[in-house]
């Protein structure tokens, strides 16, 4: 397994995908319910992660082939997108882009927890699953050039659908454990490793794409 491919990718995945993160939504989402239907939840909620994670992983150059974009183009707008969801956490603003608009959330008024799951939508997508993984994701297996390289890779994608599980199985407890404070911190750390990697990201793409710059 390529050891340094690894750690530069889980640094990416996890700033954006990060459970912890990701935790007070699902704690807020899920107030009203028992232990039992967090923990059927987080089961939903990571198999729809894994199924998505694998299908944009599969698939992710043939779509950028169907629509004539190249790896790189795509890596200098993914690598945007990853630098505005890192400025939003460096300023404590909301992840828009990894959030449902006003009217999609006015369009639940009329459905009951029952009729509505929020397992897939909006837990899975946008809030794990969101612009930001998709072009990690699309980004890092163009990368994947090797058995060692794509071990990592699965082997990253695999570790962190299991960490999401893990906390989000086990978030009643952990909520109580996780400070408000805490979550300001992991945010803002996080925020400043993915800012570092969504330049690197820019910059590989535009040294490609404008040779002149090399």
Do not use: W
């Not at 897939?120 to 990690?136: D, H, K, R, S």
């Not at 893990?166 to 979550?183: C, E, N, P």
């Not at 570092?196 to 535009?206: H, Q, R, Y």
Request: aromatic share 8%; proline share 3%; with cysteine.
């Amino acid at each position: 397994m390529d050891i340094a491919f690894a750690a530069k990718f889980l640094g990416a995945l996890f700033a954006i995908m990060n459970p912890f993160i990701n935790l007070p939504f699902f704690l807020a989402m899920t107030s009203g319910r028992t232990v039992a239907d967090q923990r059927h939840l987080a089961l939903q909620i990571a198999t729809y992660t894994a199924v998505m994670c694998t299908v944009i992983s599969l698939a992710g150059s043939l779509i950028l082939s169907f629509f004539g974009i190249s790896v790189n183009a795509f890596r200098v707008a993914g690598g945007l997108v990853l630098l505005l969801i890192a400025l939003s956490m460096l300023n404590g603003h909301p992840i828009t882009s990894h959030e449902r608009g006003d009217h999609e959330k006015s369009d639940d008024s009329g459905q009951s927890a029952e009729d509505d799951s929020i397992a897939f939508y909006p837990m899975t997508f946008p809030l794990i699953v969101g612009p930001g993984t998709i072009a990690t994701l699309i980004i890092y297996i163009s990368q994947a050039n090797s058995a060692a390289t794509y071990t990592a890779f699965g082997v990253v994608v695999a570790a962190l659908i299991i960490t999401l599980l893990v906390v989000f199985y086990f978030a009643a407890s952990i909520g109580k454990l996780l400070s408000a404070r805490m979550r300001v911190i992991i945010t803002r750390l996080m925020g400043m490793i993915l800012a570092a990697i969504a330049v690197g990201m820019v910059v590989d793409g535009l040294k490609v794409l404008l040779p002149g710059l090399a």
